[in-house]
């Protein structure tokens, strides 16, 4: 889809300028990100098309949007050498920190129980998302700055930077959302040079705090259910383990080689509930069975890889720490998705990127590969 533009830019560049960085392209990883993005649309339109004989394109218009506009944030977060984003990391998380903070003022927008976005006419931007990308950009920032020479107050620095929109975040409430900034924190601390001790001890402050949010009115009683129901599946009080009963029959309804496309009982009726983002997994798996499955995860999995080997041949410690942030955002999100949608991970809403509906997630993914692709290129100069 985005392929092409990225690939025409390149070869003109490279006739060009034989030392060019776009001679340096990784075409593995643009590869799986098309596949990816491809495979999302029609798993949100399946998801979304609705029973018939009239079918709703909605979903699939909009999804398709969001990837079109993510392909040409890919392309500048290609295009534009990264050593700019590291003069621009505090002007980025400062521009994401004001948007979380008016997005939970009158301003933002309520929905699903949570007032996470600003209404941008027909669509809903979620300023959470980007903070990913911005915390990713600080910490990689600080982190190459101080060249692993960490001691207590830098440690502090370091904690409060993430913890800022991390408490906004949870203001809303998203705790999936902080969950996912506590992991790319925890993983670019470990990799830029955080002495063990200091790791051991935010762990342990770490679990202390889940326990204590979730003990706290921040989390409101239908999130404690979501997260507690994949441990009492018995629960049939908890609403939340009618989610996932459904997320697994629609799982188990497709067999080794799947009900075919549009074809999933599940998918199709519409049972499963925001199948189009929090178990997007079920309709690939209901639809194609444990192949098709398998092979979306394969593609997540040579995606991931390419990843960590950007991060290990980066020229420069930045590089390296924004490919670990990146990373860390895909792995856990991958691992907590699927997770939950077989039942064996709390219920959190976090989406399959490149995969579940939404845009600001979408489009927040597709940068962050830009962002990878973009280190990898420019690994000779």
Same mark, same amino acid.
């Given at each position: 889809m *985005? +392929?092409?533009s990225v690939s025409r830019r390149s070869n003109r $560049?490279? =006739?060009r300028d034989p030392t060019s960085p776009f001679r340096h392209l990784d075409p593995v990883l643009i590869g799986c990100t098309v596949a990816l993005a491809i495979i999302g649309v029609v798993a949100v339109y399946s998801a979304t098309r609705g029973p018939g004989p009239t079918y709703s394109h909605a979903y699939l218009y909009k999804q398709a949007l969001f990837v079109l506009i993510g392909a040409g944030v890919l392309v500048v977060f290609t295009v534009v050498d990264y050593q700019k984003l590291h003069d621009w990391a505090w002007a980025f998380y400062a521009l994401t920190s004001i948007m979380l903070l008016l997005v939970i003022s009158p301003l933002g927008v309520q929905s699903n129980g949570a007032q996470a976005w600003f209404a941008v006419g027909p669509f809903q931007l979620q300023p959470a998302e980007f903070a990913k990308l911005s915390l990713i950009a600080v910490l990689a920032f600080m982190l190459s700055e101080f060249r692993g020479d960490i001691d207590v107050r830098r440690t502090i620095a370091l904690l409060g930077v993430s913890a800022f929109p991390m408490a906004l975040i949870l203001l809303q409430p998203d705790l999936g959302l902080v969950l996912i900034l506590t992991v790319i924190m925890m993983a670019m601390l470990l990799i830029g040079g955080l002495p063990t001790r200091y790791i051991v001890v935010l762990t342990i402050i770490g679990v202390i705090g889940v326990v204590g949010a979730l003990n706290s009115p921040v989390i409101k009683q239908y999130q404690q259910d979501r997260l507690t129901a994949f441990a009492n599946p018995d629960d049939r009080s908890n609403p939340a383990v009618y989610n996932i009963a459904q997320s697994q029959l629609a799982i188990a309804n497709g067999q080794l080689t799947g009900q075919g496309l549009f074809d999933g009982p599940q998918t =199709?009726?519409? /049972?499963?509930?925001e199948q189009q983002t929090d178990f997007i997994f079920t309709a690939v798996a209901e639809q194609f069975g444990f192949v098709g499955a398998g092979i979306m995860l394969l593609l997540y999995a040579v995606l991931c890889q390419r990843i960590l080997h950007t991060a290990r041949i980066a020229r420069d +410690? *930045?590089?390296?720490?924004?490919?670990?942030? @990146? $990373? &860390?955002? *895909?792995?856990f999100s991958i691992f907590e998705n699927v997770g939950m949608a077989m039942g064996i991970m709390p219920v959190t809403g976090i989406p399959l990127l490149l995969l579940s509906a939404?845009?600001?997630? /979408?489009? /927040? &993914?597709? &940068? &962050?590969?830009?962002? @990878?692709?973009?280190?990898?290129? =420019?690994r000779f100069r």
């Open positions: *985005f +392929q092409a $560049l490279s =006739r =199709r009726l519409g /049972t499963v509930p +410690q *930045f590089g390296t720490l924004l490919c670990v942030g @990146v $990373l &860390a955002m *895909f792995l939404g845009g600001s997630s /979408t489009i /927040t &993914a597709l &940068a &962050a590969i830009g962002l @990878v692709l973009n280190v990898h290129m =420019r």
